[in-house]
């Protein structure tokens, strides 16, 4: 008898627990999240937000749906922000240089040679610089959801490899038309040319411009390496992309149980993004290394010192503690 109403009595609390989990799922009611991209299917960053959309259902319960749009199905970047913002949709994939729009910290990472290595990058992102990016990011309105590896830009020519900030002098070298760019370029001893993306490839084959510079995961898509037969790891830049929230989204319409899942959901993507990523650039440069003259490494710090003027000068715009707090993590 005793043996029965300890069975009945282990049932019964079995029960209450069952019952306490489906009633904390019950309580949150179905959202769906609308994820914006410019790229495709191909692209890891795709399988990033696959994984995240996998990750954030099971951890919420499956209270949260996210809906990718790749290949710019839901507008620009740029829409996807105002988008986020007016609730449109609830979450999109930009550059650190498009959020400068709303805060000129995000231009820390327009400055050349902030980072020199993606170690320095993960330890300012995992610490103190990341904190700040997510708090400015919640003045202007949006939640980060993950912060996405892009590699570092790099410069590919036709000329000659780039072993020394020497051998930069005199070579056209495409940019982007932005003032810090041109203005690295320059100092580097390179003649930066504005020009369309579009007309890159047939600007390379004609000789309008020596080279461009790049991620090279860029520079092996579009095959610019057909183009340019030196590819040297300068990495002068690095390319930080976001995944970001509408705050309102997050804190209106979310419970605390659904904002967790999703915080949660976006660290561990991060990780993964990172990882895979560095598979994917790892291949990508070895096959530009088979299939060009490319992919040197050299010395950094006499570009860095080169460079360095420009940091100094534009440290008022872009934020005195922003800057020093990402140089702080230089060396690490």
Same mark, same amino acid.
Request: aromatic content about 10%.
């Given at each position: 008898?005793?043996?029965?109403?300890?069975?009945?009595?282990?049932?019964?609390?079995?029960?209450?627990?069952?019952?306490?989990?489906?009633?904390?799922?019950?309580?949150?009611?179905?959202?769906?999240?609308?994820?914006?991209?410019?790229?495709?299917?191909?692209?890891?960053?795709?399988?990033?937000?696959?994984?995240?959309?996998?990750?954030?259902?099971?951890?919420?319960?499956?209270?949260?749906?996210?809906?990718?749009?790749?290949?710019?199905?839901?507008?620009?970047?740029?829409?996807?922000?105002?988008?986020?913002?007016?609730?449109?949709?609830?979450?999109?994939?930009?550059?650190?240089?498009?959020?400068?729009?709303?805060?000129?910290?995000?231009?820390?990472?327009?400055?050349?040679?902030?980072?020199?290595?993606?170690?320095?990058?993960?330890?300012?992102?995992?610490?103190?610089?990341?904190?700040?990016?997510?708090?400015?990011?919640?003045?202007?309105?949006?939640?980060?959801?993950?912060?996405?590896?892009?590699?570092?830009?790099?410069?590919?020519?036709?000329?000659?490899?780039?072993?020394?900030?020497?051998?930069?002098?005199? #070579?056209?070298?495409?940019?982007?038309?932005?003032?810090?760019?041109?203005?690295?370029?320059?100092?580097?001893?390179?003649?930066?040319?504005?020009?369309?993306?579009?007309?890159?490839?047939?600007?390379?084959?004609?000789?309008?411009?020596?080279?461009?510079?790049?991620?090279?995961?860029?520079?092996?898509?579009?095959?610019?390496?057909?183009?340019?037969?030196?590819?040297?790891?300068?990495?002068?830049?690095?390319? #930080?992309?976001?995944?970001?929230?509408? *705050?309102?989204?997050?804190?209106?319409?979310?419970?605390?149980?659904?904002?967790?899942?999703?915080?949660?959901?976006?660290?561990?993507?991060?990780?993964?993004?990172?990882?895979?990523?560095?598979?994917?650039? *790892?291949?990508?440069?070895?096959?530009?290394?088979?299939?060009?003259?490319?992919?040197?490494?050299?010395?950094?710090?006499?570009?860095?010192?080169?460079?360095?003027?420009?940091?100094?000068?534009?440290?008022?715009?872009?934020?005195?503690?922003?800057?020093?707090?990402?140089?702080?993590?230089?060396?690490?």
């Amino acid at each position: 008898m005793k043996g029965y109403r300890w069975i009945v009595t282990i049932v019964l609390v079995l029960a209450v627990l069952t019952w306490g989990v489906v009633s904390v799922h019950a309580a949150d009611r179905k959202v769906l999240i609308k994820l914006s991209d410019q790229v495709n299917e191909q692209n890891p960053h795709y399988k990033s937000h696959e994984f995240f959309a996998k990750t954030v259902a099971e951890k919420s319960g499956g209270s949260i749906e996210v809906k990718i749009f790749p290949n710019s199905q839901l507008g620009s970047a740029r829409e996807g922000l105002e988008g986020a913002l007016t609730g449109t949709i609830q979450a999109v994939k930009v550059t650190s240089g498009e959020l400068s729009t709303y805060s000129p910290k995000f231009l820390v990472f327009s400055l050349p040679y902030i980072f020199t290595n993606k170690k320095e990058v993960f330890a300012a992102l995992d610490g103190k610089l990341g904190d700040m990016l997510k708090a400015e990011l919640q003045k202007q309105g949006f939640q980060l959801v993950a912060f996405f590896d892009t590699g570092f830009r790099s410069i590919f020519n036709g000329k000659r490899p780039i072993k020394t900030v020497a051998d930069m002098k005199g #070579l056209k070298i495409r940019v982007i038309n932005d003032p810090v760019m041109i203005e690295t370029i320059n100092t580097l001893g390179g003649l930066a040319t504005p020009l369309p993306y579009g007309e890159l490839y047939t600007a390379l084959k004609q000789g309008v411009v020596d080279g461009a510079e790049q991620p090279p995961v860029a520079l092996y898509t579009m095959k610019f390496y057909e183009a340019s037969k030196y590819f040297s790891l300068t990495n002068h830049f690095y390319d #930080l992309n976001l995944v970001v929230m509408s *705050k309102k989204f997050f804190d209106g319409t979310l419970s605390p149980a659904q904002q967790k899942a999703v915080v949660e959901a976006g660290k561990a993507t991060e990780q993964f993004e990172r990882n895979l990523w560095n598979d994917h650039e *790892k291949d990508v440069i070895g096959t530009i290394r088979a299939t060009a003259r490319g992919g040197n490494g050299l010395d950094l710090a006499p570009f860095k010192q080169a460079a360095a003027a420009i940091v100094e000068k534009n440290k008022a715009k872009v934020g005195p503690d922003i800057v020093a707090t990402a140089l702080s993590y230089s060396g690490k």
